[in-house]
């Protein structure tokens, strides 16, 4: 129902910051809860953050929290990833994903944008 768009990544060094966006298509936007994924080389995906279809409640992995931060603007359409003090280990493909008010799964995945974080 929705297709979702990366884009916002790039090169940065250990220390820096980067704002992801993630466009998505339709106009039932508000009613996923949208979250980002990232999947480093040789590495599985893994889940980053979550954000509720209203905005109102977040969900982070340990190894960000504290550092990045998701938002969502429903009238733009767009979920975003504002990421701070960046470290190598960041450095991964970040997928924006979406998932229904009543699905289990996101099921549904954007092209990923590249962050490369450099020591």
């Known amino acids: 129902q929705v297709q979702l768009v990366e884009s916002g990544g790039g090169l940065v060094q250990a220390g820096g910051s980067l704002r992801l966006s993630c466009a998505a298509s339709?106009?039932?936007?508000?009613?996923?809860?949208m979250a980002w994924f990232r999947q480093a080389p040789g590495k599985e995906r893994e889940f980053v953050v979550s954000?509720?279809?209203?905005?109102?409640?977040?969900s982070y992995a340990d190894s960000v929290k504290g550092r990045f931060t998701i938002s969502r603007d429903n009238a733009k359409n767009t979920v975003y990833l504002q990421m701070n003090s960046l470290k190598p280990e960041d450095t991964a493909v970040y997928y924006c994903?979406?998932?229904?008010?009543?699905?289990?799964?996101?099921?549904?995945w954007g092209q990923g944008t590249q962050v490369t974080v450099s020591s």
């Open positions: 339709g106009r039932t936007f508000i009613r996923y809860n």
């Open positions: 994903a979406a998932r229904g008010l009543y699905s289990v799964d996101y099921n549904t």
């Open positions: 954000i509720s279809a209203s905005g109102g409640s977040t």
